[in-house]
């Protein structure tokens, strides 16, 4: 009996994945079998060692089309997508925003203590909320986040300097332009790597919950 080829395989597991994303649409009147979600989420040859951590998950089940309603046409289409995905869920990365605005507030005046600590946790528990409760795009809500919470707290570290009469110890103008922005950037890529994870960790919950209907 002859075995399948390399190539083969790749057609079968490229199927898969295609009828997992149509069930999850709502485009495909039965889901994918469990043989071809387990072809689909079996690790490639190699893998690595970040595959071997988080191997892959499932995308999440029953789940509409994030940019139902969305028109692709005009200039522009990646920048309007963003922001309409952002606008269809607010609260996924306006709240954890100001909670990680607040937990980085809280760590920048109490470093070194507990306080810090907790806040630090805090902050960054909150990106991995907005990754969680942002489905439709797990790392544009969480870079929102934090870029949110990096602007909020930039900006209320100018004005507690300027209310104290310290804006003259800073550097001048250019040395806050740049501290601010380095601090929006840094707090942009915590958010990406938050998110990244929150939605991570909710598809695998998902997957673990069906594997758990099944068994019963």
Request: no cysteine; aromatic share 12%; charged share 20%.
């Amino acid at each position: 009996m002859s075995t399948p080829t390399s190539r083969d395989r790749a057609a079968s597991r490229a199927e898969a994945r295609r009828r997992a994303r149509l069930a999850n649409r709502g485009e495909l009147a039965e889901e994918p079998t469990d043989e071809e979600r387990d072809d689909d989420e079996r690790p490639g040859p190699g893998g690595g060692f970040l595959r071997r951590i988080f191997p892959p998950a499932p995308p999440l089940p029953d789940k509409p089309d994030p940019l139902r309603g969305f028109d692709r046409r005009g200039s522009m289409a990646p920048v309007r997508e963003r922001g309409f995905l952002l606008r269809s869920n607010l609260i996924a990365w306006v709240l954890p925003g100001i909670v990680s605005f607040l937990g980085l507030y809280a760590s920048f005046f109490y470093a070194q203590s507990l306080i810090g600590m907790v806040a630090t946790f805090v902050q960054f528990g909150a990106l991995i909320a907005a990754g969680w409760f942002g489905w439709q795009r797990p790392t544009l809500y969480g870079t929102a986040a934090g870029i949110l919470g990096g602007t909020l707290t930039a900006g209320l570290v100018l004005f507690d300097f300027a209310r104290l009469g310290l804006l003259d110890t800073t550097g001048g103008p250019s040395a806050i332009i740049s501290q601010t922005f380095l601090t929006i950037v840094w707090q942009a890529g915590f958010g990406f790597l938050g998110g990244w994870y929150g939605g991570y960790l909710r598809r695998r919950q998902a997957q673990v919950n069906r594997d758990l209907r099944s068994r019963r």
